[in-house]
């Protein structure tokens, strides 16, 4: 089932993404480009799907999440980019191809980035993108923008970046990931139950205790996967996490125990959605398929 979800998703929301890289001007037509090309070389697509599974698993059409699903991966994105720059985890390849900077440079990355986030919230608010009340509108903005920056995402890898070369225990890794990738699926399943305006108080908790649990195990999994995985499959270079002496869940906890771990992560997921009916199937799925990825 998640192979053809998937396909569905990302094609509904590759779609909606193209039509945000039209440069307003020719001289801006190099930073459109590298705006679109951090944006249109592929990705799993991970957080549009997981804001589209939410919105149907209230019922509602999948289409009132268009602007929640283009947002996340904007900013998820630019999250890449910025990441990928010398200054931070000085990578070269990002899905298999070169990174921004190493496209383009260094220069062109960082607004490429700082672009990709300012048109995230510009996408939330489009009425060509979802058609939603203005009240709702300004959830959306407040949550993605509490996701992605200091209290969120940004602070996580502010955290990260910090704790290279350190030990650290479990409940203070848990706290970094939990801010630098859990926060930005956890608005990705409350946009899109959000989107749906039909989410009541109960449904956004069990919601909330389903993101946060695979937005964990996606973390843990990504780790198993640097130990584990290939450069040609990843599309980014195995072993990164380790050459750069990072704390990570295999360090940690070792092999065996953070797959363990990953498995736990998912039945919690999974317990989570017992409220939930038929429609949720998606974002079941959702919690198996991120802990058996193999990139």
């Known amino acids: 089932m998640i192979a053809s979800y998937q396909a569905l998703c990302q094609a509904r929301v590759d779609h909606a993404l193209a039509t945000l890289f039209e440069a307003p001007l020719a001289d801006l037509g190099r930073l459109y480009e590298a705006m679109r090309y951090s944006v249109m070389n592929g990705g799993k697509r991970v957080r549009p799907l997981l804001a589209y599974a939410a919105c149907e698993a209230l019922g509602a059409l999948p289409e009132n999440a268009n602007g929640a699903a283009c947002a996340v991966e904007l900013i998820h994105a630019y999250s890449l980019v910025h990441d990928d720059l010398p200054a931070m985890d000085d990578d070269d390849l990002r899905r298999g191809q070169p990174t921004t900077h190493k496209a383009f440079d260094e220069a062109c990355a960082i607004l490429a980035g700082d672009g990709l986030q300012s048109l995230a919230f510009s ?173």
């Open 123 to 295: 996408a939330l608010v489009d009425p060509r993108l979802s058609e939603l009340a203005d009240g709702t509108r300004l959830q959306m903005v407040r949550t993605l923008a509490m996701a992605a920056g200091p209290a969120g995402m940004v602070g996580g890898q502010a955290i990260d970046l910090g704790s290279v070369g350190k030990r650290l225990g479990q409940p203070a890794l848990e706290r970094m990931h939990r801010h630098k990738t859990g926060a930005l699926i956890e608005a990705s399943v409350h946009l899109g139950a959000l989107a749906s305006e039909r989410a009541e108080r109960a449904d956004l908790a069990a919601l909330q205790t389903y993101a946060q649990a695979v937005g964990l195990a996606f973390q843990v999994q990504d780790d198993i996967l640097d130990v584990e995985g290939d450069t040609a499959t990843l599309g980014k270079r195995q072993g990164a996490d380790i050459a750069r002496d990072k704390p990570t869940y295999p360090a940690l906890l070792g092999l065996g125990a953070a797959k363990a771990y990953a498995v736990e992560l998912r039945d919690q997921a999974l317990h989570s959605l017992r409220p939930f009916g038929a429609g949720a199937e998606p974002l079941r799925a959702l919690a198996r398929y991120i802990i058996e990825r193999r990139n």
